[in-house]
């Protein structure tokens, strides 16, 4: 079966991310036996840096299934509880004086009562702030990072809404209850236990862009905010918020974390017991669901509906500003598990659904022919590499449009206070590159940075942004279009993270 996948995969892999607009693309499959991996495009545009199944990125939300088998290991030594309260597993007072009840279970499962705050990121220079530190800092700020706290950061516990810092708070109680960094406990108890020697937790000890040594800062994937086929190197940021969205890994590592839980799922005590990964992927209630698919959370995973019988499966999608998105996804049933990622970000939409990311569809279609046979190499005949989505030629004033874009998204919803490094901003200048035909003589930097400015000067006020976007009137909003916005406007996030609560 693996054969067959692997045929079709390296046959459709180069189209996949050339009608996506995706440099690079990597996918590593597993049974609970076997393990493939393979790979398309680049890493890194500018020095043609071939991506790899062993090229390290950003995983972003992958942390969070590791913070749960984490946190489901000290249950099992009967350290914690999954229905014992969150306080009484830190340190006292570091949620406030009078914080709403929530247990382990809940904040796994997102329903710890948290708005957002969905990176909470700072210029990778900044200093690394511990954990718990951290989490004692978020609750005496009182309000959630988007927008200068436009939301506040608790509201009443129970319902399902996603937050990386709930995720964080029981990366915390990790912390505190084992007495050691949290990123030097995931490292022992999980990275190392499934060979994963390239992955590392960016809690500001280690270097995640060259784990090994410093001479392997090659390795790294670089992350692209794509206007169209226009792609722009993302700027360099790490997450306050590890435990939840700070993990970097390879997709032939993260190959390796589903291969265990799967022979998990299939009876094998690893990274946990297989009782304790059933509890953890047990549908607790609905996840808002686009396009009528139903999916649920569990504990730090995402579930698909368990009515599919033999096709159900359980995993992550997972994302970091603004250059990476992942799929990862475990079939029990069929024992199979797919893993991809790819270092583009859609600008003009904001959000990759599965359905229409690189990694999503590479993973998505795996699944599929593991249980239904792969499709013939004669079905898959035009894979010609070449992009074939040409947005439209950069001039001087949609450089700036793409600088306004990239700062309200940074310094806005992020909540990025001060200026990019300047050695930043010249990578993110000179690293630009066309995936298509566009003519790249119309790209203006000095632009880029004006427009980087422009937002950055009336961030992080969300009335603001929202006015500076909308006063770049129906050029820009025509342009957005070009780039592939669902809407004749400049796609900000501004409504969803600042308005009404979810």
Not at 255 to 260: D, I, T
Not at 472 to 494: F, H, K, N, Q
Request: one cysteine or more; glycine letters at 12%.
């Amino acid at each position: 079966m693996l054969d067959d996948v692997m045929v079709a995969l390296d046959t459709v892999l180069p189209r996949l991310a050339a009608v996506t607009g995706t440099p690079g693309v990597a996918v590593a499959v597993a049974t609970s036996t076997e393990l493939r991996t393979t790979a398309t495009g680049f890493a890194d545009l500018g020095a043609g840096t071939p991506m790899t199944a062993e090229t390290v990125a950003p995983a972003g939300s992958l942390a969070k299934p590791v913070t749960g088998l984490a946190f489901l290991r000290l249950v099992e030594e009967g350290v914690a509880g999954l229905d014992t309260p969150i306080d009484q597993l830190l340190p006292s007072g570091v949620r406030g004086l009078d914080p709403p009840p929530v247990t382990a279970a809940m904040l796994a499962a997102h329903q710890g009562g948290y708005y957002s705050d969905i990176v909470t990121a700072t210029a990778l220079d900044a200093p690394a702030e511990p954990i718990l530190d951290y989490i004692r800092r978020r609750h005496e700020v009182g309000r959630a990072v988007e927008y200068g706290g436009a939301l506040p950061l608790v509201t009443t516990p129970g319902a399902y809404a996603y937050s990386s810092f709930g995720v964080g708070v029981l990366g915390g109680a990790v912390e505190h209850l084992t007495g050691e960094p949290y990123g030097a406990r995931v490292h022992k108890q999980v990275f190392a236990t499934t060979g994963m020697t390239g992955t590392s937790i960016d809690d500001g000890t280690r270097n995640p862009w060259a784990t090994g040594s410093p001479d392997r800062i090659a390795d790294r994937a670089t992350g692209y905010m794509a206007f169209g086929d226009w792609c722009l190197p993302s700027p360099p940021l790490r997450t306050a918020a590890y435990p939840g969205v700070g993990v970097h890994t390879s997709a032939a590592d993260a190959g390796r974390l589903l291969q265990s839980l799967l022979r998990t799922a299939r009876g094998d005590h690893g990274l946990v017991s297989p009782d304790s990964l059933t509890t953890m992927v047990t549908p607790r209630l609905a996840r808002p669901s686009p396009h009528g698919v139903r999916s649920f959370a569990g504990l730090t995973f995402e579930l698909a509906d368990p009515e599919l019988g033999d096709d159900w499966w359980w995993g992550h999608t997972a994302a970091f500003p603004w250059g990476f998105w992942w799929e990862a996804r475990v079939w029990p049933h069929r024992d199979f598990a797919a893993v991809a990622v790819g270092n583009r970000w859609d600008m003009a939409r904001f959000h990759n659904p599965a359905g229409r990311s690189a990694p999503g569809l590479a993973v998505e279609w795996a699944g599929r022919w593991a249980g239904s046979g792969a499709p013939g190499t004669d079905t898959l005949l035009d894979t010609d590499p070449r992009p074939r989505w040409t947005g439209p030629r950069p001039t001087p004033e949609s450089s700036r449009w793409m600088g306004i874009l990239a700062g309200e998204r940074t310094h806005g919803l992020l909540g990025v206070t001060g200026p990019l490094p300047p050695a930043a901003l010249t990578a993110m200048t000179d690293g630009a590159h066309c995936l298509g035909d566009a003519d790249p003589r119309g790209w203006d930097p000095d632009a880029f940075v004006r427009g980087l400015e422009q937002a950055r000067a009336v961030a992080p006020d969300p009335d603001a942004l929202r006015a500076l976007g909308e006063s770049l009137g129906p050029a820009a909003a025509l342009w957005m279009l070009e780039c592939g916005a669902s809407a004749a406007e400049m796609t900000m996030p501004v409504d969803f993270f600042a308005r009404a609560p979810r």
